[in-house]
């Protein structure tokens, strides 16, 4: 198993699900929005956790997607909140039900997206969040092409590796893998909407911000604005 939509789920028929969702109607406004669905990726220690922890205290409209992994938890990491720490036995099962949206192998464990929360959030107009690897975010763009997918860049290798070790959660194997992997994964950012360099956590969020506010402004996003501008008396 490396990567790959849940089992028996064609791309085709998860790109169905997102584009049935509905604009929500709010009491009197008429210009309320569907959620957007937003995939950030980084190297580990590319900062997207910093980054969106200081994203998700501006901005009470997100929701973090919850994610499985058989990766063992870190210290302080609880389950249900950080991850869904699950064995690879359960994975399995879980891709076998359908109940992944994405899901990849990445240095030797897997990670994926439960699928039931996800598209209950944006039908309730939540913005939601997927942090996810470079195999899950390629995975989301073909299932759902309007999503919203953001790059972090560290600003050069050598801040990447120090963010690394100084975070100090990894095994000195462990951070050589992930460096390793750092290399392919930052070709990745052609296939993303969006690069955003984490010089500093405050630049880098408030980039974000902006991106997020032009997106939602796009007019292929709004259904029929032009006549609910018209017919609103
Ligand atoms: P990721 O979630 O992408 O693996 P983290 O958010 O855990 O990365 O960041 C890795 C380390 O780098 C953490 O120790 C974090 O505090 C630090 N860090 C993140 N962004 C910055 C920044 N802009 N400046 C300095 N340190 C940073
Ligand atoms: P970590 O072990 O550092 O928490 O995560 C390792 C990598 O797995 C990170 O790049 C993280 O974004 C990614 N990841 C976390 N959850 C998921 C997921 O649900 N799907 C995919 N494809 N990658 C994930």
Redesign the pocket.
């Given at each position: 198993m490396e990567s790959g939509a849940a089992g028996g789920t064609t791309a085709g028929n998860r790109a169905a699900a997102f584009q049935e969702r509905k604009a929500p109607q709010g009491a009197g406004g008429i210009l309320m929005k569907k959620g957007l669905l937003i995939v950030v990726s980084?190297p580990?220690?590319?900062?997207?956790?910093?980054i969106l922890k200081a994203l998700f205290a501006r901005n009470e409209n997100l929701r973090l997607s919850v994610s499985a992994t058989t990766r063992a938890p870190r210290e302080g990491e609880q389950d249900g909140v950080h991850y869904h720490f699950i064995t690879k036995e359960q994975f399995r099962q879980n891709i076998a039900d359908g109940a992944m949206l994405e899901y990849a192998e990445y240095c030797e464990n897997y990670y994926g997206t439960p699928k039931a929360p996800i598209q209950a959030w944006l039908e309730a107009g939540h913005d939601v969040v997927l942090e996810i690897e470079v195999q899950g975010g390629r995975q989301i763009k073909a299932a759902a092409p309007d999503c919203v997918s953001l790059f972090i860049l560290p600003p050069s290798l050598e801040v990447l590796e120090k963010?690394?070790r100084?975070?100090g959660t990894e095994t000195e194997a462990v951070i050589e893998k992930r460096l390793r992997a750092a290399e392919e994964e930052i070709r990745c950012v052609k296939d993303y909407d969006y690069a955003v360099v984490?010089?500093?956590?405050e630049q880098a969020v408030s980039e974000i911000e902006s991106i997020l506010t032009a997106e939602k402004l796009r007019v292929s996003r709004e259904e029929n604005i032009a006549e609910r501008i018209l017919n609103h008396a």
């Open positions: 980084s580990s220690g590319g900062g997207k956790g910093t963010r690394l100084g975070r984490n010089d500093t956590v």
